[in-house]
């Protein structure tokens, strides 16, 4: 290689090495910016939400505020659990057996988010065709698992991560 | 300017830039021809604009996480710092980017006085960029209000208190500024929203300033006129590109000194504490960059007249082109001039320190003494040394000392200079 | 030369400027005791044992009429400060009545604390706070540290600094002398006394020792990111210089061709 080429390959390793190196930096100084506008301590904190269920009798249910959305906690009865599991398959927009929407030993409780899945409204409960709940802003109807039977809604009330921490608390999230 | 026809290589280039010139805008950033002799003082134009832009971004970041409320301002603050990803990074960047901001423009405006960058045809980009300070310093002030602590709270009560200085109508338009009886949530409000806006107004005069600037070109530290292009000057990239780039970094060696490792060193205690309208601090200071016009203000015992001479001392900034009646531009060539040049650095760092002290005793006859003087450049100095001076000889060109050997030293080694 | 002694003369006032930051002080107090803190300087940390020792004494001693609003129970579990365990966390968190609400009957009630709250006010509002102490206002401390001129040495100086008032200085009822405070007078009577506290690590609680524990839990109160700055600090300056040294290199590169020419 003559001197002026090695000094031609010098210079451009310089500056490729300046280029890369500074697009290093930038790339660095960019995440920051963009991370900020992702969930900060305070709403990761709240995340996760413990229930005490400790009052709640068969039949009944609760609501609760979880990431800015109402869960709704539903005690079952023996014959409601019947009722949810008796449903064939071919009847449900979204098949869904109602073992899966449970915990195992825990087939009481059904924990969903309150959300119908058509536009976004908070179903009524204890409402509509199927022993579940209607949803009045468009006529969704769910039943005793929450899962849609009639309507516009495409899907079933989703089921948030949630475990018993006891047997009577559930944290959700 | 008299550019020749850029083609661009690319059919789509050619077809955007027949529409909307960007690539012949660009062409001419990176061919324009610069002072091949313009030394470090020069960089701090592009570094102003790195401030400028971070604050801008930084400061749209932070406001998707401040809340302008009286009761709420402070601990929005402290939620940015506490919880928001990386929020004390980005508050601290541009609490103490607003310094660094000052440092720089102050180093700017000082170069422009030494060289004499201001005087004929520069006189438009000087008064633009006494715009874009005044700006600086309304916007400057009005984001240290939002904090909400005391320091926020009482400065802001101080300054706006000053319009009621104003014969007749003071009153009136100081109340029609609170938005209240006091500065109160009202003037949070409004002064949030015009923070927000008067960056973008800087924007739009830094591009005058600019556009301004590459009609006659830059100045340069003899202070000539130059041919363009020629065998004084180098195209903008990539030669002032790359010199820019290495002072901007040393810059932002500081800038990341005071941000990771001294974050509060240039502000004041004070502000950590709420505001509190029933209990004033022992002293009011402003922030440092706005310290030597305090000094001004607080040097007249009148308060009309401190607000006067304090306006006036930003005011006369704007005449200089037309005090100053040297025919050499830069001090490099004027012997008396430079002497009363650093004497004005000194009196207005002096003016700075009186401006942090109480005024009283001794600070008040130094603050007293100095805004005299500071006035009197102006008003005698310039004119007079400007018509009475014997000036050094100066060049032909900027190349000419290096390759005639020129028999004064002074010329050559401000020559070799350029890295 | 005229110009050479004006520009020393400038430097000479610009280093003054620079190091005379402090001259101005409001009265008779004295300049706060120095302590070496473990977490100043460009690689400082915080001690943990220290943090937790000092959480200690601000719970027992100070909460009572001082509240922390902006530091929740959280916190003191992540990094970077006195890093209790999550087990730990919850149970001070739970150790304290939050009051929350309103029910569904409209009713504020309360519940036991839980991490995601934040430290829990003494007093329902600033007005009782002051009725109930004398008329005096125990300031929040969440950035106690950052809001008085001296920082940590200072809050730790005022801990410390209390004792009988010099010949000629009379105190009204409820005031104290303290040697360090801003005006010497303080209405908070000296809140540390030897063993006043018993540590949970055994460490002997002297007034110095949990003067500086609660100093030092103070100043990560202000400061909770210090850690990170300090780290995150160090990899940018050396990137800097890493990069300022490549661009200085390629602009003597680049500017070398015009020598040439010319």
């Known amino acids: ?173 | 300017m008299s550019d020749h026809e850029y083609i661009p290589k690319s059919k789509a280039g050619k077809w955007l830039n027949d529409r909307l010139p960007l690539l012949t805008l660009g062409a001419h950033l990176t061919d324009y021809p610069t002072p091949k002799n313009l030394n470090y003082w020069w960089t701090f134009g592009g570094i102003l604009t790195f401030c400028l832009l971070t604050q801008i971004i930084t400061g749209i970041v932070l406001a998707m996480h401040y809340v302008a409320h009286a009761d709420l301002a402070f601990a929005s603050v402290e939620h940015i710092m506490r919880d928001v990803n990386y929020g004390w990074l980005i508050r601290y960047i541009h609490s103490n980017g607003a310094s660094m901001f000052f440092l720089a423009v102050y180093i700017h405006i000082f170069r422009s006085l030494f060289y004499g960058s201001y005087k004929s045809p520069r006189e438009v980009i000087w008064i633009i960029g006494l715009l874009i300070y005044l700006l600086m310093m309304a916007a400057a002030f009005m984001g240290y209000v939002l904090p909400w602590g005391q320091m926020s709270f009482w400065g802001a009560t101080v300054i706006t208190n000053l319009f009621s200085a104003i014969p007749l109508i003071g009153e009136s338009i100081t109340t029609w500024l609170w938005g209240a009886y006091s500065v109160d949530n009202p003037t949070l409000n409004r002064f949030f929203s015009l923070h927000y806006l008067i960056p973008f107004l800087i924007l739009g005069l830094v591009v005058l300033h600019i556009w301004a600037l590459h009609v006659p070109g830059n100045n340069n530290p003899v202070g000539i006129d130059i041919k363009k292009p020629s065998k004084d000057t180098v195209p903008f990239h990539p030669y002032i590109t790359i010199k820019d780039a290495f002072a901007l970094l040393m810059f932002m060696i500081i800038f990341a000194g005071f941000v990771f490792f001294s974050p509060n060193v240039l502000g004041h205690s004070d502000n950590y504490i709420p505001a509190n309208p029933l209990v004033t601090p022992a002293h009011i200071v402003p922030e440092w960059y706005l310290l030597p016009f305090y000094a001004i203000l607080r040097s007249v015992p009148d308060k009309l007249g401190g607000v006067i001479l304090m306006f006036g001392a930003i005011f006369i900034l704007f005449v200089l082109p037309w005090l100053d009646t040297s025919k050499v531009r830069s001090a490099v060539f004027r012997p008396i001039y430079r002497q009363f040049y650093w004497i004005f650095v000194l009196d207005v760092l002096m003016l700075g320190y009186m401006g942090a002290m109480p005024a009283e005793g001794i600070y008040l006859v130094l603050a007293r003494v100095g805004t005299i003087y500071y006035f009197a450049h102006f008003i005698i100095v310039m004119p007079v040394v400007g018509l009475l001076e014997k000036t050094d000889p100066i060049p032909m060109s900027i190349s000419e000392p290096v390759l005639t050997g020129s028999a004064d030293p002074a010329l050559a080694r401000k020559d070799n200079e350029k890295i | 030369m005229k110009r050479f002694n004006i520009k020393s003369l400038l430097f000479i006032a610009i280093f003054l400027l620079a190091s005379s930051a402090k001259l101005y002080s409001a009265g008779g107090e004295s300049e706060p005791l120095k302590v070496d803190w473990s977490f100043k300087g460009i690689n400082g940390k915080f001690d943990r044992a220290s943090l937790q020792r000092g959480f200690q004494v601000y719970k027992e001693v100070c909460s009572s009429c001082h509240s922390m609003q902006y530091l929740s129970y959280r916190n003191l579990g992540e990094p970077g400060g006195p890093e209790f365990s999550e087990q730990e966390v919850k149970a001070i968190a739970a150790s304290v009545e939050i009051t929350d609400g309103p029910d569904d009957q409209g009713e504020m009630f309360t519940r036991p604390g839980r991490p995601a709250d934040k430290f829990k006010n003494p007093y329902p509002n600033v007005k009782a706070s002051i009725a109930a102490n004398g008329g005096a206002y125990p300031p929040d401390m969440s950035v106690l540290v950052k809001a008085r001129p001296g920082g940590s040495n200072y809050i730790y100086s005022v801990l410390v600094g209390y004792e009988d008032p010099p010949a000629g200085v009379t105190l009204d009822d409820g005031v104290y002398y303290n040697k360090y405070m801003i005006g010497n007078k303080i209405k908070m009577s000296s809140p540390l006394s030897d063993d006043i506290v018993e540590y949970s690590d055994g460490t002997q609680a002297t007034v110095d020792q949990m003067a500086k524990d609660v100093t030092t839990f103070l100043s990560w109160s202000a400061e909770p990111e210090l850690e990170e700055r300090h780290r995150t600090g160090v990899k940018v300056i050396i990137y800097l210089i890493l990069l300022t040294t490549l661009v200085y290199l390629s602009m003597k590169k680049i500017w070398s061709r015009i020598d040439t020419e010319v």
């Open chain 1, 1 to 173: 290689m003559s001197k002026e080429e090695k000094k031609v390959n010098r210079r451009d390793f310089l500056f490729t090495a300046s280029y890369t190196i500074g697009a290093v930096g930038l790339g660095a100084v960019v995440w920051p910016l963009v991370h900020q506008m992702n969930p900060d301590k305070a709403q990761q904190a709240l995340a996760t939400t413990e229930v005490d269920v400790s009052q709640v009798e068969p039949g009944n249910s609760i609501t609760v505020l979880w990431r800015g959305k109402p869960v709704f906690l539903k005690r079952r009865t023996q014959d409601e659990i019947a009722e949810a599991r008796a449903v064939s398959l071919t009847d449900l927009p979204d098949p869904q057996k109602d073992e899966e929407r449970v915990k195992e030993g825990k087939d009481e409780w059904l924990v969903m988010l309150g959300v119908c899945t058509h536009l976004g409204c908070v179903p009524l409960k204890d409402k509509g065709d199927y022993n579940g709940w209607f949803c009045p802003c468009h006529g969704s109807h769910y039943d005793v698992s929450g899962r849609i039977r009639k309507g516009p809604a495409p899907t079933n009330m989703e089921i948030p991560k949630y475990e018993f921490v006891d047997n009577n608390t559930i944290k959700i999230g």
